[in-house]
């Protein structure tokens, strides 16, 4: 069974910085990532990783946000920096299974999600 716990959530002022941490417990994990949600909009994502450590942004935090991986200890990290109003949010994590596949070799199984982690900016 795969659990992903959030941890580092918390009320800060505009202009600060948070860094929130996700523990995915269970093997063959792949890509992991970073999302968002607030109230009465849809979840967004914000940054994934991929194993190999290949990183993707939203355009709405490139140079504010930084994903990174600790693949030993199975945790994705997100360093957010310069934060915003904006950025409140319910922020969760994600990460995909891989199974093999004769052929293929390892390929997308499923998708989990934590509980998330609430972020408030706000002075």
């Known amino acids: 069974q795969v659990q992903l716990v959030e941890s580092g959530g918390g009320l800060v002022q505009p202009g600060g910085s948070l860094r929130l941490s996700c523990v995915v417990s269970g093997s063959h994990i792949g890509t992991m990532g970073w999302y968002r949600q607030a109230p009465g909009k849809e979840r967004e994502v914000l940054a994934t990783?991929?194993?190999?450590?290949?990183?993707n942004y939203a355009d709405f935090v490139k140079g504010r946000f930084t994903i990174s991986r600790d693949n030993a200890k199975n945790t994705v990290y997100l360093q957010m920096n310069s934060l915003k109003s904006e950025d409140t949010a319910d922020y969760y994590c994600?990460?995909?299974?891989?199974?093999?596949?004769?052929?293929?070799?390892?390929?997308?199984?499923?998708?989990?999600w934590g509980k998330g982690t609430l972020v408030t900016v706000s002075s």
């Open positions: 994600g990460a995909e299974t891989l199974q093999f596949a004769v052929g293929l070799g390892y390929v997308h199984d499923k998708d989990y």
């Open positions: 990783i991929t194993e190999g450590g290949s990183t």
